[in-house]
């Protein structure tokens, strides 16, 4: 972060850590659950039934970069894909009930993505679900069904639109150029309030698309659209990915001040530890397959991250104070896969289990190799231990500096409350700085996946 205080006129809006209901409870989600969901799910990745990217596909890519098995005219192509956009399983319920069951307490459901198809019946473009044969508005289908079972909506937004004549990606120079883009920004607006108005139950935006020139050089416009949202909406949480200063500093202004709520930089990785994130809220987005986020049709080859490898994800982001929001790309009839659908029915049986370790808890500053520490935010006497990594020797040592006000009393496991012996473990190193105390995990003790122990802490005797 620059020292050297630089004048910002357009810089950051917010307070820091804004401490409104609406923050506290995006503190609290802990996991989200993104849907990419648009035309992009009709081909899936394939042109004529064959791979079009294989490895690390951006699916919802695939107008474009095409790929060596696209038609000649692929974007005419998939700019008419919308005739066929028909999803005859969708069922925004079910979704929300499965998001639920997950643990998910928050979806950020995409209503725009690049190729500018609109989810919903936008009375600024004729290229939206309106023209397509389905007709009806997912956007509200989805809005109210993840609101009725009590997830806050978020809605991705992409500013970028590849196939609108107006949208100029350089710094527009000349005449025809300004008076397109002045018209694309006006749209942008214009589209924003809608969904404002048309949505008043939605807690956030999360945009997207924001990096193209144009687009940066918009900061007074930026900057006065993020004013009028907000007194739209005086609790209204967006990230820091909408816009940046006026010298070209994006997420940060250019005096290290964050450009929203949250940091919103984390896309598909992780802060290596908390001290990076300096203080700030933020989320980890994050894609089953390496990269991809719409609808793959064929994901043979493709690592598909695991339950295991996403419950990791997940705890480390929580003991980084962050949320974990896991992307789902149901195909063109709105179905989930049978692998996300597993996904879902695993992790939430997890996050079920281990609720008290996941949700309402803060960053606990202690190392360990063994997994990722919680502690509940209300109760800082329990302290939940996330194992991912159970020690050969049946033995998890807890080093804790012997100036702790607090210690280890008593274990147990979170799930089923059976207690765990914990011992002072004096390992002999008299110059040590900490004092240790062992938890002994039972030979006969068997989990399938990580599993979480529940720490009382209490004063030292
Ligand atoms: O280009 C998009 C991508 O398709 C996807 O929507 C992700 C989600 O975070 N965002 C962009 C890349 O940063």
């Known amino acids: 972060k620059p020292t050297i205080h630089i004048e910002v006129k357009f810089g950051t809006i917010t307070k820091p850590n804004r401490n409104d209901s609406a923050m506290v409870a995006f503190r609290n989600y802990g996991l989200g659950q993104f849907i990419h969901w648009g035309l992009y799910a009709i081909p899936g990745n394939e042109w004529n039934g064959i791979s079009a990217r294989q490895g ?5 890519w695939i107008r474009s970069w095409g790929g060596p098995t696209a038609p000649k005219n692929w974007t005419e192509t998939y700019d008419n894909l919308y005739k066929q956009f028909n999803p005859k399983n969708f069922n925004a319920k079910q979704w929300a009930k499965r998001s639920k069951e997950m643990g998910a307490k928050y979806v950020i459901f995409t209503t725009k993505h690049h190729d ?3 989810l919903w019946p936008s009375k600024y473009s004729d290229y939206t679900i309106a023209s397509s044969p389905y007709k009806k508005d997912i956007v509200k289908q989805v809005v109210d069904a993840y609101s009725e079972q009590g997830i806050d909506v978020y809605l991705y937004f992409s500013v970028e639109e590849w196939n609108n004549k107006d949208y100029v990606k350089s710094i527009p120079k000349t005449a025809d150029e300004k008076a397109r883009f002045n018209r694309f920004l006006e749209y942008t607006r214009n589209q924003l309030l809608e969904l404002q108005t048309n949505y008043p139950q939605i807690k956030g935006f999360w945009f997207d698309g924001t990096w193209d020139p ?7 416009f930026t900057y006065n659209l993020e004013k009028e949202l907000r007194n739209n909406n005086p609790n209204l949480i967006i990230g820091s990915r909408f816009r940046n200063d006026e010298h070209g500093s994006r997420h940060f202004d250019s005096n290290g001040m964050l450009l929203g709520d949250y940091e919103q930089g984390w896309e598909r990785k992780m802060p290596a530890n ?4 300096g203080g700030n809220d933020w989320d980890c987005v994050m894609t089953i397959p390496p990269n991809g986020w719409g609808h793959i049709k064929n994901t043979e080859g493709m690592y598909l991250k695991t339950t295991d490898d996403i419950i990791d994800l997940l ?6 104070n962050g949320n974990f929001v896991l992307n789902f790309g149901p195909d063109e009839n709105g ?5 996300e659908n597993k996904l879902i029915t695993d992790l939430g049986k997890w996050t079920k289990a281990n609720t008290d370790a996941i949700y309402e808890v803060n960053h606990f500053p202690l190392e360990s190799g063994y997994g990722y520490y919680t502690i509940n935010k209300t109760d800082s006497t329990s302290l939940f231990l996330t194992v991912i990594n159970r020690p050969m020797n049946g033995i998890l040592r807890l080093a804790f500096p012997k100036s702790s006000k607090l210690v280890p009393l008593s274990a147990s496991l979170l799930d089923n409350k059976h207690n765990l012996i914990l011992k002072n473990a004096n390992i002999g190193f008299d110059r040590d700085k900490n004092i240790y105390f062992d938890i002994i995990i039972p030979k006969n003790l068997k989990y399938k996946r990580a599993f979480v122990i529940k720490i009382k802490l209490g004063q030292s005797n």
């Open 56 to 60: 690390a596909a951006a699916s919802e």
């Open 116 to 118: 500018g198809f609109c």
């Open 214 to 220: 144009s687009w940066i050089n918009s900061y007074g």
């Open 274 to 277: 908390i001290d990076i994130i």
């Open 315 to 320: 705890m480390r982001s929580r003991s980084m």
């Open 335 to 339: 179905n989930m896969s049978k692998y």
